[in-house]
């Protein structure tokens, strides 16, 4: 059974950072682009960042450009998303999954990041 399982979130002051780890288990994970998306309350789930299989390519959402920074560790099938700079506008349910087509089936319980002002 493939399970993504995120991890790592919390509660942090504005301004402060979290690294989110998604590891996954049931299947390899290296030869796919995978991404990290979030939901806030009331909202569509997003796109934050994605990262090719290799990890030589990134792209980021414009809102968190700069301020986060995603990696993987193939040998280890696991991905990671460093967060600095964090504002109350990241507060929200972060989930990985794979990129550019989420699988329904993955979608994981999230790990809730909430930053105060």
């Known amino acids: 059974q493939v399970q993504l399982v995120e991890s790592g979130g919390g509660l942090v002051q504005a301004g402060g950072s979290l690294r989110l780890s998604c590891a996954a288990s049931g299947r390899t994970f290296s030869h796919y682009a995978m991404g990290w998306f979030r939901q806030a309350p009331g909202k569509e789930r997003e796109f934050v960042a994605s990262?090719?299989?290799?990890?030589?390519?990134?792209v980021y959402a414009d809102s968190v450009k700069g301020r986060f920074t995603i990696s993987r560790d193939n040998a280890k099938n696991t991905v990671y998303l460093q967060m600095n700079s964090l504002k109350p506008e990241d507060t929200a349910v972060y989930y990985c999954?794979?990129?550019?087509?989420?699988?329904?089936?993955?979608w994981g319980q999230g790990t809730q990041v909430t930053v105060s002002s």
């Open positions: 990262i090719s299989w290799s990890g030589g390519r990134t």
């Open positions: 999954n794979v990129h550019p087509k989420p699988i329904t089936n993955y």
